[in-house]
């Protein structure tokens, strides 16, 4: 029997159709979430520098590629998993440039991901060799801007299939995380004396739950409502980027009103479309 009709691109096509490429998207974006949350898990615990400032190898093992410690491992870990990220995002961006059926919205978010991580990665490289705050901070942005994108094309692939009880959920589960988002910020004195490490990863999830949340709702709320009941949703999410900005800077504090004032601004957006979405359903 010949195989001589299985082309590069037939196979290519019948991988893709049995994962799904709705899949292959989530999965990727799980993977973008996965790195921001141990980036800030090893920058946190002082891990960044901890692999002796070498790149992309560690301190120990053949040609140093194996961590020596525990310190060391947070950030290999942490490299680990980007590494994965990044060959997701390729893949991603591969297959939408040549899947026929893939929105073309989808395609140009995915394909805009995928420049933007050569970028990310020399960010990278930078915060072990320099580790300024400048340098920090823009690795920590351009991360969230990938993420972004592809939590975007994400709720594209989906979109046809969310309702309104997604919306309701979405803005729901933004009511719930924001209190915790406060409580967690180092803006708030509740007896705790140090913004521990364990504290930030928990806040930075949390972070990347809001920013979901009213990503999910905005876009869905777009497709599933009318009139005034859409305007809340889609103040949403920029509210939240102003929440991730004055949160990460809310132990200066000249910046904790903006911080406080944002996420209350947020919570009554919440509020205000989940009283609008469940009138409409």
Known sequence: MSYDNHTPDSRFRSLIDRFGYPHLLTT????????????????????????????????????????????????????????????AIIGSAVAAWRLPDVDRRVTGLVVLGMVLTPVQVALGRE????????????????????????????????????TTTHITGAL??????????????????AGIE?????MQLVQYAVTLTLLGAAIVA??????????????????APPLVVLVLLFGRQAVNPMLEMPYFATTAALLVTFVTGLVFTRRQR
């Open 28 to 87: 990727t974006l799980v993977l973008v979430g996965a790195t921001i949350l141990l980036g800030v898990a090893a920058k946190a615990t002082g891990s960044g520098l901890a692999c002796q400032a070498n790149w992309p190898q560690c301190d120990a093992g053949p040609y140093n590629l194996l961590p020596a410690n525990i310190p060391s491992f947070y950030e290999w870990f942490h490299r680990f998993v980007a590494m994965f990220a990044g060959f």
């Open 127 to 162: 915060t072990v060799t320099q580790y300024t705050m400048d340098i920090l901070s823009l690795h920590f942005w351009t991360a969230v801007t990938i993420f972004t994108l592809f939590l975007v094309a994400t709720v594209l692939v989906w979109e046809s299939r969310l």
């Open 172 to 189: 729901g589960l933004g009511i719930v995380a924001l209190p915790a988002h406060v409580v967690l910020s180092p803006a708030v004195d």
């Open 194 to 198: 140090t913004y521990s490490p364990t």
């Open 218 to 235: 905005a876009m869905v709320g777009r497709r599933r409502l009318t009139g005034r009941s859409v305007m809340p949703l889609l103040v």
